[in-house]
Antibody, heavy 124, light 111 residues
Framework: EVQLVESGGGLVQPGGSLRLSCAAS????????MYWVRQAPGKGLEWVSG????????GYADSAQGRFTISRDNAKNSLYLQMNSLRAEDTALYYC?????????????????WGQGTLVIVSS | QSVLTQPPSASGTPGQRVTISCSGS????????VNWYQQLPGTAPKLLIY???QRPSGVPDRFSGSKSGTSASLAISGLQSEDEADYYC????????????FGGGTKLTVL
């Protein structure tokens, strides 16, 4: 069974940093693109970042560009999101999701499955 | 303001057919495939429809997707109480160096 388990969320002060992790199991992790998608309380889904199977290509939403860094360790079947200079508007449930193809920018891909999410709260 | 536009709410009675629209532009829906996600209350999103009109295994055939031009639609026939959820459309968007975009979501209420 394909499983994604996020961790690393918590309460952090504005301007602080946090590193999220996503542990993957049940599939050949190094064959697929991976993504981070977030959902602010009571709001809709927002794509944050994506990374291709070999880490060569990756991308960010404008809201994450320059502050967040996505990475993966295929040997550890793990996806990461390093978040710096956090703002109140980054408060959200952060989901990791598996792509159907290896390229994160494959326009014919989709996100399936999703993890249960890890909650990030940015507040003083 | 979401790149893809969905109605914030929709409703229907059990057994009815409801449709949820998703409007985009030439840089996303007009030239890319559309996916739909269902988010039941308090749970993570789940893939419902991929590649415009394909159902993953396990998704009832009551759910169907379609696309025409720069718009897409999700139809749910034989509405059931367990269909009450938030529904999101999504697609790749070629603008701004490329990005994945979502609709704002539609909350479906089964009356």
């Amino acid at each position: 069974e394909v499983q994604l388990v996020e961790s690393g969320g918590g309460l952090v002060q504005p301007g602080g940093s946090l590193r999220l992790s996503c542990a993957a199991s049940g599939f050949s992790f190094d064959d697929y693109a991976m993504y981070w998608v977030r959902q602010a309380p009571g709001k809709g889904l927002e794509w944050v970042s994506g990374i291709s199977w070999n880490s060569v290509t990756l991308g960010y939403a404008d809201s994450a560009q320059g502050r967040f860094t996505i990475s993966r360790d295929n040997a550890k079947n793990s996806l990461y999101l390093q978040m710096n200079s956090l703002r109140a508007e980054d408060t959200a449930l952060y989901y990791c999701a598996k792509g159907y193809y290896g390229d994160y920018a494959s326009s014919i891909s989709w996100f399936d499955p999703w993890g249960q999410g890890t909650l990030v709260i940015v507040s003083s | 303001q979401s790149v893809l536009t969905q109605p914030p709410s929709a409703s229907g009675t059990p057994g009815q057919r409801v449709t949820i629209s998703c409007s985009g532009s030439s840089s996303n829906i007009g030239s890319k495939t559309v996916n739909w996600y269902q988010q039941l209350p308090g749970t993570a999103p789940k893939l419902l429809i991929y590649s415009n009109d394909q159902r993953p295994s396990g998704v009832p055939d009551r759910f169907s997707g379609s696309k025409s031009g720069t718009s897409a639609s999700l139809a749910i026939s034989g509405l059931q109480s367990e269909d009450e959820a938030d529904y999101y459309c999504a697609a790749w968007d070629d603008s701004l160096n490329g990005r994945w975009v979502f609709g704002g979501g539609t909350k479906l209420t089964v009356l």
